[in-house]
């Protein structure tokens, strides 16, 4: 079921600027996937690209080897919930309006999925869009994206505007769903910390172009932290690929990435502490170089 | 999910028709009921001599006109941000254009029949206050081309414009100069009468009549419909917020 | 949950070795699937999936096809004897080092243990 996405050299341009320069990228295990970067990074383009809902300037997006843009056996397997609830209309619609909708258009659809999660997320069909808060109405676009069961499935910062609880409810019910039908989804967020456990991949973005792509499991082994007296460090830390630093009294810490093997092990040997560096440290110390937006 | 998906797009817009079918509906229900009510209280002060309807009536068409706006401005996202084509739109708004025009023709020409019966009752008789393309409100046969090709005009006017300005403010401004044209003739080839653009005479039949108009209706929605096309064939679809 | 010292997939595999140790888990016994750990956890299945993997490959679980994960007879006995073998590398050492380093008098840690064995002959 889990479709395979590819993106061969696309590059997208707003007017005179870049905002997509030649990313080639290919997902096809299922699983929740994390596509991070700053804002303006290319992460929204990205997406609205992959579902179709621009066509981009150049190079090829393919679903199961399909072109997706104007291509309905393609497009129907796509779904993408953008920040901005663009799936429901605000003239006059209901909740249940915007179910209807989504049941006509949505081949995988799943109402009584639907009907669970609005009595989990407290919303009534009768509510109108438009006199929804900005949490509730994230909640909705949420909804829509779940009970849809697209194969391939895109959260663009949707549940920004939900308090912490109910974005842990949204992971939660992400997760239960993801497992009882695995297929593709994509997940860009700015809460790093709090979704990273649930990413099988991560893909980063800067400028435009895919800096990183790899699983996070290998991610996360792939930043350290060094404590310990300063000395120790530096000697351990000499030759690798120091991000940050910073040191208390005597003693120092130090964040590397890209480590040897063996780094680790003598860190340990000589008396530091090691940690491992979390997805969202590692995020920061990649991106962090750039200046502001 | 073993299940067999439809692959194909449905192209008759069965939940947009059904929607605006039973809006359209009540608010007609609504407006004719006004109307009557306002021809009594004006029967009050003066003598009644010719059709409510076919005066007050006449606004109806703003009514098409915004919904056109709806289904060009909201649902071509709502459509595409749920999978849909822009194609598949295409084809869906245009049918139901067409469908929707064909309604609220139905419902204004009834409107004069349910009118016959108020005003002979109340002994009144039920002129035209300007040429029509009919020449007696019971005329169905004619008042019935006249009003679905107004409504027709009007709910691709509507769309033509809502598409347009989605894409472009200035594209959607421009396109009003062009819809002020096509009204103009639309209501010069039923009554003769071409208002302020003195001008496009030049380039109308020196007659009014049902041949005159059928044509210049049929040429003014191929326009519509093709720049329509032109317009949604590429859109993009934008992100509310327009962040990352 | 989870600490920042090691892989997610290897606390868990950890965790579980642990409950194999120290009988919690019996053998023969069928472990929790991966789902289940993913949803306890909040975490990916592909990472609870990945120390599952492990631990076949180690001989601590084995799969049965179609039904799940179940602890390997002789993991446990597996388990124990090899934590014998480290341990006094891993634990004792340490542990004396340390009280050389602040100085305890190793005939106190003789008494110490001569007061343990006495309380609890075994």
Redesign the interface.
């Known amino acids: 079921m889990t479709p395979t996405l590819s993106l061969d050299t696309v590059t997208h341009r707003y007017g005179d600027t870049l905002a997509l320069d030649d990313v080639s990228l290919t997902l096809s295990?299922p699983?929740?996937h994390g596509l991070l970067g700053r804002n303006g990074s290319g992460k929204t383009t990205l997406m609205s690209l992959v579902a179709g809902l621009r066509k981009a300037s150049r190079g090829a997006i393919t679903l199961d080897g399909q072109p997706v843009y104007e291509n309905f056996a393609a497009t129907s397997q796509i779904c993408i919930i953008r920040e901005s609830g663009d799936t429901t209309s605000e003239w006059t619609e209901t909740i249940n309006d915007g179910l209807t909708l989504a049941r006509d258009m949505r081949p995988y659809w799943d109402d009584a999925y639907a009907n669970r999660l609005l009595d989990r997320f407290q919303l009534s069909k009768k509510h109108k869009v438009n006199a929804l808060s900005r949490g509730q109405r994230a909640k909705f676009a949420c909804l829509l994206g779940l009970a849809a069961r697209a194969p391939l499935t895109m959260f663009d910062e949707s549940y920004l505007g939900m308090d912490a609880p109910t974005r842990y409810d949204f992971?939660?019910a992400l997760?239960?769903d993801?497992?009882a039908h695995p297929r593709l989804i994509l997940v860009s967020s700015h809460h790093i910390e709090e979704i990273a456990?649930?990413?099988?991949e991560v893909i980063i973005i800067e400028d435009g172009r895919v800096m990183l792509h790899e699983?996070?499991?290998a991610l996360?082994?792939r930043g350290l932290t060094l404590t310990g007296p300063a000395a120790a460090v530096d000697a351990i830390a000499a030759g690798a690929n120091v991000l940050s630093e910073k040191t208390l009294g005597s003693t120092k810490m130090v964040a590397l990435y890209d480590v040897a093997p063996d780094l680790e092990e003598r860190a340990r040997a000589a008396g530091l502490e090691?940690?491992?560096?979390?997805i969202q440290d590692i995020f920061v110390h990649l991106t962090a170089k750039r200046g502001k937006d | 999910m073993t299940t067999a998906i439809a692959r194909r797009e449905p192209i008759f817009p069965k939940r947009i028709l059904l929607d605006q079918l039973i809006f359209s509906i009540m608010v007609w229900a609504g407006f004719a009921v006004f109307m009557f009510a306002l021809t009594f209280i004006v029967s009050l002060v003066r003598e009644i001599e010719v059709s409510g309807w076919n005066i007050g009536g006449q606004p109806a068409r703003w009514f098409a006109f915004v919904v056109g706006i709806y289904i060009g401005w909201t649902v071509l996202q709502l459509h595409v941000t749920h999978g849909g084509t822009r194609k598949g739109f295409a084809i869906q708004a245009l049918i139901f254009s067409v469908a929707y025009a064909a309604l609220l023709g139905a419902l204004f020409v009834l409107t004069f029949f349910l009118e016959a019966g108020y005003y002979g009752l109340m002994g009144w008789p039920q002129a035209l206050h300007q040429p029509e393309l009919y020449a007696h409100p019971l005329d169905f046969g004619m008042a019935l081309i006249q009003w679905v090709m107004i409504f027709g005009v009007w709910t691709l006017g509507g769309l033509l414009i809502g598409v347009a300005w989605y894409r472009n403010v200035i594209l959607g401004a421009l396109c009003i100069p062009l819809g002020l044209v096509a009204v103009s003739i639309s209501t010069y080839t039923f009554s003769g009468e071409i208002g302020p653009m003195n001008w496009l005479r030049a380039f109308v039949p020196p007659q009014p009549g049902a041949v005159p108009a059928i044509t210049a209706h049929l040429a003014i929605i191929a326009v519509f419909a093709s720049l329509t096309w032109l317009a949604i064939r590429d859109i993009p679809i934008k992100n509310k917020s327009e962040a990352g | 949950m989870f600490?920042?010292?090691?892989?997610?997939?290897r606390q868990i595999a950890d965790r579980i070795k642990a409950d194999v140790a120290n009988g919690t888990l019996s053998p023969d016994e069928q472990v929790m699937s991966t789902?289940q750990y993913?949803?306890f956890?909040?975490?990916?299945?592909?990472?609870a999936a990945?120390a599952f993997a492990q631990l076949v490959d180690e001989g601590v679980l084995y799969k049965r096809r179609g039904v799940g994960m179940f602890v390997s007879p002789g993991a446990r006995e597996a388990l124990v004897s090899d934590k014998r073998t480290k341990y006094f590398d891993a634990v004792l050492g340490p542990a004396l080092d340390e009280a050389e380093a602040i100085g305890i008098d190793p005939k106190d840690i003789f008494e110490f243990l001569a007061a343990r064995t006495k309380r609890d002959p075994k």
């Open positions: 295990n699983g929740i992971y939660d997760l239960e993801f497992m456990k649930l990413f099988e699983s996070a499991d996360r082994g090691t940690a491992l560096l979390p | 600490d920042d010292r090691s892989p997610i997939y789902n993913a949803s956890y909040a975490i990916n299945p592909a990472t990945k």
